[in-house]
């Protein structure tokens, strides 16, 4: 592999270095989700989407806390446990209020719940 992006999205011009990325990117565009969960029947773009969704019906949590007995599901949410509990590192800052969140994503729900109109 050498790295150049050769594969390029027909739909958007978007360019990937591996066919299997553009492939799973076209998706976006058509709309395909051909991943079904078997449990719920909730559809996906991707198969390890659905793998790491069928962690939630089974329960399996495969990745382990160093640092105390939490595990979580996904590896992203281990990152983001160490970071917010062990590490105490919050990125992602309220201007309104000084708050401080691990991801853009804790901060735009605090915002919505306690910054507007219909909050506190």
């Known amino acids: 592999h050498t790295g150049r992006k050769e594969h390029a999205c027909a739909t958007c011009g978007k360019r990937f270095a591996r066919k299997f990325v553009l492939t799973a990117h076209e998706r976006v565009h058509s709309g395909e989700r051909p991943y079904r969960c078997p449990e719920c029947g909730k559809d996906f773009t991707q198969g390890g989407d659905l793998k790491k969704h069928l962690r939630l019906h089974t329960r399996q949590r495969p990745y382990p806390c160093p640092h105390c007995e939490h595990t979580s599901i996904q590896s992203s ?27 853009p994503g804790e901060l735009k729900k605090h915002c919505e719940r306690q910054h507007t109109e219909t909050g506190h």
């Open 77 to 103: 949410a281990l990152t983001q446990h160490i970071a917010s509990i062990h590490t105490r590192v919050f990125p992602h800052t309220c201007s309104l209020c000084g708050k401080g969140f691990y991801t």
